[in-house]
């Protein structure tokens, strides 16, 4: 009889002190296909990762070389500083939260979330107790008998979540756990899920779409695309301070404007106009950038303060959200900006701007980013 | 309460459908069996022809200790012919499921053609390949592995062997069917919370194909114990089967009476093995995610 040997490791209750993962030049191709290109990264210990990308950026096939579903076709992965390249799945300490949940379906939540201490040989009481511990970090205590098909959404996720965490894993990987709930559960469950992180101290990897999940939950986040990791940092770092024009683009919306770099801190952009903008050092003239503003950067007439860039241009659409309206302006030459109008507690946010109206638009030269 | 099957209307313009086909079983499944039902209270006149009568002495001769041996025989084979199938048949079913990636459809349909050939036939060319003298036989002599030959044919393995050989396919199907709708992320979650390969299939993948097993096991178990053309053919006087006992009354000992009495005592055996198969079917139907991944 084959028996899994793992090595459970207790989570460091501060976190934080060494590191998790280290991935090293991790490549992995399919046939011609290169899904995940000589990726570099390091996660410490405790830390809420995300993986952030559109669908085939490679963050799937990224988690499921960290779970040893995948073997790296090239590139090293080191879990605790231990080498897992060629550990299979059974005898790695990490476990993962499938985007289906994969609950099996044979047994009640309880055996559900046993499976895998059952499979470590641990003492049958111990199992009980933290089978008991587990169901109750996740509000599912009365609940242990059910069978999964009887249990909501929510519910499920929890167990898949509790049948993972009751292993105490070095490591926890997530794939798109929330992308099957409706957008109030959502929310409610990435509150949860990060006040769980906070509470167990387990290195989480969370590997998702949705850009505002990832800021909101993440210690960190690595936004990628075509295989490698574009920008890894915090969140207000990859949000203020995008390192290229994917990022700027995928995280949040962002005002892209292109222009020809004139000399430095000066961009002459589509209309004609030069801009005063800080143009990185390595750009030389004649070179072309993206003009990069956030939305809500973005001040309209009297809003207008000294020492920002004005232009002017036309309302061409209006989108009312609620809390603030999406103000789209048409600068001529076909560059248009966005802008985020908040609704305040003197001003209803759709009372200003009518489509068509001819409006000033300015940003401070520092809130504009130079892409290249 | 609207339905799925729709309205009043269609369900009427349904039914004039329903008329022809059940006329057709009416006629010659119904009445037929009406009538073995019904021969089977009757006796033999003294010239060999059926009587139609209010007698149970057939059922008496059919629960005779002499044909006990029979049916526990009959038993045997169909349990083991089962459970050879199983075996041989999960791996084939699951290579194909797990595996078959666009040659699937190919490689099912490789299966099922050689059941396009009767089963008689199929077992007339086991016959020539097993016989005394036959291919295999002679093979065997000429590379000098045995000088007198193996005896096959008369044998019980070899009425086995050819039960197996045709109900296979029977066994393959509903387990390549259950695997295919299961989830593979099942398989994957069990090998992520520490199982082996060998135990992730018992825990996980042998649990969610139960379904799958029962239905080949009862395509395979039914049929197998009513047959008569693997132990005519391949068997002798130690092989015989209910099925030959019953083939013998209408046609050997022309005592059709009593070959309708053992076939209703068959039928009825196999009907209870069938409605259990039925309710625990219809028990995982009630419940449809207990028997697939959540």
Known sequence: MEQATVNETQPSPEGGNGEAIRLEGVTKRFGDFTAVDAIDLSIPRGEFFSLLGPSGCGKTTTLRMLAGFEVPSEGRILLEGEPVEDVPPYRRNVNMVFQSYALFGHLDVADNVAFGLKRRKVPKDEIGRRVDEALELVSLGSRAKSRPSELSGGQRQRVALARALVNRPAVLLLDEPLGALDLKLRRQMQVELKQIQREVGITFVYVTHDQEEALSMSDRIAVMSDGRIAQCGAPEEVYEHPNEEFVAGFIGISNMIEGVVEGPGSVKIGTGKRIQAPVPADCDAGDTVQLSVRPEKIAIDEEIEAGMIEMTGRVVSRIYHGVNTQITVELGQGAHLVALEQATYTASADDRWEEGMEVRVGWHPENCLVLR | ?294
């Open chain 2, 1 to 294: 309460m609207p339905g799925v099957a729709g309205d009043v209307s269609s369900k009427g313009f349904w039914s004039r459908f329903l008329l022809p086909g059940g006329v057709w079983l009416l006629l010659l499944f119904v009445v037929p069996i009406c009538l073995v039902l019904a021969l089977s209270f009757g006796y033999t006149d003294d010239l060999g022809r059926a009587v139609y009568s209010f007698g149970l002495e057939n059922y008496q001769d059919a629960f005779d200790p002499l044909y006990i041996p029979v049916l526990l025989r009959s038993i045997g084979f169909a349990v083991a012919t089962a459970a050879f199938c199983l075996l041989l048949g999960y791996p084939i079913a699951y290579y194909i499921a797990r595996y078959g990636g666009r040659r699937k459809h190919i490689l099912i349909a490789l299966l099922v053609i050689p059941f396009f050939v009767n089963y008689l036939v199929r077992t007339y060319a086991w016959v020539a390949l097993l016989a005394d003298e036959g291919l295999v036989n002679s093979a065997l002599k000429d590379l000098g592995l045995t000088e007198t030959g193996i005896q096959f044919v008369n044998t019980p393995y070899a009425v086995v062997g050819g039960l197996v050989y045709g109900y296979l396919v029977f066994m393959i199907l509903p387990i390549y069917a259950s695997l295919e709708r299961m989830d593979g992320s099942l398989i994957e979650a069990g090998k992520d919370l520490f199982g082996t390969p060998s135990r992730v299939f018992m825990h996980v993948t042998l649990p969610q194909t139960k379904q799958g097993i029962l239905a080949g096991c009862v395509l395979v178990f039914l049929p197998a114990v009513g047959d008569f053309v693997s132990a005519q053919l391949l068997g002798g006087p130690d092989t015989y089967m209910v099925g030959n006992l019953i083939q013998d009354q209408f046609f050997a000992a022309s005592n059709w009476p009593f070959g309708s009495a053992l076939t209703v005592v068959m039928m009825l055996f196999l009907s209870i093995w069938m409605l259990g198969y039925l309710r625990s079917a219809a028990r995982e139907a009630r419940d449809p995610v207990a028997a697939g991944g959540v």
